[in-house]
């Protein structure tokens, strides 16, 4: 089967000529909840131009992040491997595995891309060892003698992005002049450059990757410019499964996330902090708009593969907490789009698809072949309407605190080794996760099934837990 699918994507390869590969441009934002797009039924935000996206091409309704962590999700999508293979889970000492590794933009720029990074870089290693040739509007650590303390927009000290700075990682030169840390405005500013490179910076003889990383609607959370009044905390909703407090220790009530909404969270203080999340999430929706008009005026649009998604969710309220460290629905789902030649216009799929995913995916769109190196496989079979599936279980895992495995049928169980935990839930019936079946008698061969299940996938992905325990 190997062998079979080897020579489709050599024959698939050499029908690419570089004359028509396709273009890439990548928009990922930070710690977006897959819920607050407008098209998928949120009817108390308006993101039109992610709609429009999503109108246009395929949008996965159970697209998964497998470690909710921004740096170690970003590791896992730039290399098509999971942090067990890439040596990065954002544990302390964490080193990439360097030799087992093919970076994402560096198989691009081999294949005859040339290959653009503007935004956050939140990943080991330079940008430009992981094959992107140019930088534009680089957002990234090194700003700490310009860095004052400040609160966020209600009056909790800043914690995130501490001395963030936009900087060109070739010359190092910093700017500070663009602001310090996460600024109103910042989206805007990602914005400015991508068009740029749109504009100003590809040659024209090669195709493009271009990889537009925001920090929206990750904190510190400001009002952006033009979205005063927008939204307020009297048209928020709650969230179906708001809690005041989640009803045990999951493994980060001490973390920084969480740190940043006071116990209990009561239901104005979560409304409050929705209309904020959704005030820079419709800001940074009209900066997208802003880019998709300028790839528009290239005359590009058509032979460029546009694909939207965020490196995790976050809870903001949900089950009691305001984070991401965590294996609920809100959380490992993420948005997932994707538009571009070929792909049938306004069509969603329920397949069960990794962040990690993406790499192999662009390869075979650009009739490249997949690196020997990325474990993550292609859901192009999905996007041409081929198959409706891609993985029948779906695993997660964060630090030494959790595990999860989701089934296709909908059936999912989180465990939490720490506390010898099981929550058990049918998120096909439950989508809330708010009916805990674990430990219940009619479902106990389900549950135990599912978390024999999971063990076997620990095993044979190289758990660390399980080898400090044996």
């Known amino acids: 089967m190997k062998l079979f699918t080897s020579l489709l994507l050599a024959i698939f390869s050499i029908s690419v000529t570089a004359a028509d590969k396709p273009n890439f441009l990548f928009l990922l934002a930070d710690d977006q909840r897959p819920d607050t797009i407008s098209a998928f039924g949120n009817d108390r ?19 998964t992040c497998s470690n909710p962590i921004c740096v170690a999700s970003r590791a896992e999508i730039l290399t098509g491997t999971h942090g067990w293979e890439n040596g990065f ?37 330079n940008v430009i060892s992981r094959g992107f040739q140019e930088t534009s509007g680089f957002f990234g650590s090194g700003g700490g003698k310009w860095w004052k303390d400040l ?7 800043v914690t995130g992005y501490r001395g963030w700075i936009f900087n060109d990682p070739a010359t190092k030169e910093k700017f500070p002049d663009l602001g310090i840390g996460v600024t109103p405005d910042i989206s805007s500013l990602f ?45 928020m909703k709650l969230p179906e499964n708001y809690l005041p407090v989640h009803p045990f220790d999951h493994g980060n009530f001490g973390g920084r996330d969480e740190a940043l909404l006071a116990w209990p969270r009561t239901e104005l203080a979560v409304k409050d902090l929705l209309a ?62 994707v538009a571009g030649p070929g792909i049938e216009a306004g069509t969603s799929s329920d397949a069960q698809v990794y962040l990690r995913e993406i790499y192999p995916t662009t ?37 030494e605190y959790q595990r999860m495995i989701r089934r296709d049928d909908g059936w999912k169980l989180i465990y939490y080794p720490q506390l010898d935990k099981r929550q058990l839930f049918n998120v096909a019936e439950d989508p809330n996760e708010v009916n805990d079946l674990a430990g219940n008698a009619e479902f106990q061969k389900v549950e135990n099934g599912l978390f024999n299940q999971l063990n076997e996938w620990r095993k044979t992905a190289g758990d660390p837990l399980l080898e400090s325990t044996e």
Not at 151 to 157: T, V, Y
Not at 202 to 213: M, Q
Not at 377 to 385: H, M
Request: charged share 25%.
């Open 45 to 63: 935000i308006s993101t039109p131009n992610i709609d429009s996206l999503v109108k246009r091409g395929m949008h996965f309704t159970r697209a």
């Open 89 to 125: 889970t954002a544990q302390p000492g964490d080193r990439m595995n360097e030799e087992r590794l093919s970076w994402w933009a560096q198989t691009l720029q081999d294949g005859g891309y040339e290959t653009f990074y503007t935004g956050k870089w939140h990943t080991p290693g």
């Open 151 to 157: 609160d966020d927009w209600k009056g909790f000290p």
């Open 191 to 235: 914005a400015d450059a991508a068009i740029e490179v749109l504009e100003n910076k590809r040659s024209g003889e090669k195709p493009f990757f271009l990889s537009v990383n925001f920090t929206a609607p990750h904190d510190p959370l400001f009002l952006p410019t033009g979205m005063d009044g927008k939204y307020s905390i009297g048209d």
């Open 276 to 337: 904020m999340y959704y005030a820079v999430v419709g800001d940074m929706d009209k900066q997208i708009g802003r880019i998709l008009a300028a790839l528009e005026a290239t005359g590009e649009l058509e032979n460029t593969y546009v694909i939207y998604s965020s490196d995790h969710g976050m809870s903001v309220g949900s089950h009691g907490l305001r984070g991401k460290q965590n294996m609920y629905e809100h959380t490992i789902n993420v948005p997932l789009i």
């Open 363 to 399: 390869c075979e769109l650009g009739g490249l072949a997949v690196p020997e190196k990325v474990s993550a496989k292609s859901f192009v079979p999905v996007l041409k309407g081929e198959r409706t599936d891609q993985n029948e279980t779906i695993y997660g895992y964060f630090r």
